[in-house]
């Protein structure tokens, strides 16, 4: 799984083993990190006075990847969502719990914002030279954008939980995780730190991070929301949250541009074309992640006031940022600006 580069990121320290000395065993602080998904991932955290082991923790974190990875990626032809994506089958398709869960998710997302997010887009990804499609150097025409969006549309794709199934309404609908994978696997590593005893955390995969708990200093997890300034890193608003998924999408690494004209690398799936509105990046706050980054693009798509009132009317934590001529421009929601303002987080 390849992804383009996110905006939220942790606040980071020194990568250390910190133990701090006591006349009983204190709580160790871990920060580990590595590959995965095309990406990388991220931990911090505080782990018990005894029993819980770094090294266990990682490879726990790696295996959980892989097998996220080998589910959704599509950039593994045996993938599950892959095998998926071959068949010319319009009948019911037995796939891995976790894709149909995912599937149903994605569609329950994509009805909220009123189909602004589709896991069927993937002909118009590759169409525009994004994703696993070969870069262009122009837009392609109406003729093409009508043909890639023929096979598009998640009113084609069904999907069961029991037992886990997916159906096509037509042989040649494909399925892109790629803007909600991220998420899900940080979800899937939360719970597996949980499982282990660990609930004082900060898990981030490729952009996408997860808090809970709070750190070694008995303070809530500090999260720096990036500026979508390409000269650098600059933080829009640094968030203190305990239990709380963020994810940032914006538009401003991967595009192309032609006479003058910038492409960007969201796309709208009710158009088949990019946006062409001056939103440069949405945060959105969410119990989960894979929530989170789901409705983090589909709000991206939508724009800045269509997206804006969406998140408005939602209650949804999210933070807008707009390119405008004096430069940018930021707007919250209600519920964001509350979260910003407290010492932990809100739904």
Not at 128 to 147: D, H, K, L, S, Y
Request: hydrophobic fraction near 40%; charged fraction near 20%; aromatic fraction near 6%.
């Amino acid at each position: 799984m390849n992804l383009p580069g996110r905006l939220a990121w942790p606040i980071f320290g020194t990568v250390t083993l910190a133990l701090l000395a006591s006349c009983v065993p204190p709580p160790r602080q871990i920060v580990l990190s590595g590959p995965a998904m095309g990406t990388t991932w991220h931990l911090r955290a505080v782990l018990p006075a005894a029993g819980a082991d770094p090294d266990g923790i990682g490879e726990v974190i790696r295996t959980t990847l892989e097998e996220v990875d080998a589910t959704m990626s599509t950039y593994r032809p045996d993938s599950a969502v892959s095998r998926f994506n071959a068949s010319d089958s319009v009948d019911w398709l037995d796939v891995p719990q976790p894709l149909a869960d995912l599937a149903a998710e994605s569609l329950r997302l994509g009805a909220i914002s009123g189909g602004a997010f589709d896991i069927t887009i993937s002909p118009v990804v590759t169409l525009w030279g994004f994703g696993t499609g070969t870069p262009r150097q122009q837009p392609p025409g109406e003729e093409e954008i009508a043909v890639a969006l023929a096979l598009t549309g998640q009113g084609k794709l069904a999907a069961g939980r029991n037992p886990p199934a997916l159906r096509k309404a037509i042989a040649g609908l494909t399925l892109d995780l790629d803007a909600i994978a991220p998420g899900y696997a940080v979800d899937r590593v939360a719970e597996r730190l949980e499982a282990r005893g660990i609930d004082n955390y900060m898990i981030e995969i490729g952009g996408e991070v997860r808090v809970h708990g709070r750190n070694l200093q008995g303070r809530p997890w500090r999260i720096g929301i990036e500026r979508p300034d390409q000269d650098g890193r600059k933080l829009a608003r640094v968030l203190h949250l305990e239990a709380m998924a963020v994810s940032t999408s914006g538009d401003y690494r991967d595009f192309f541009e032609m006479e003058g004209q910038r492409y960007s690398h969201t796309l709208d799936p009710r158009t088949g074309r990019p946006v062409t509105h001056s939103l440069a990046s949405v945060t959105i706050l969410r119990p989960t992640a894979t929530e989170a980054d789901g409705l983090a693009t589909a709000l991206t798509v939508l724009g800045p006031d269509e997206g804006f009132d969406l998140a408005e009317s939602q209650g949804w934590a999210a933070l807008f940022i707009q390119r405008t001529p004096d430069g940018f421009s930021q707007r919250e929601t209600t519920a964001f600006t509350s979260a910003a303002k407290a010492p932990e987080s809100v739904p």
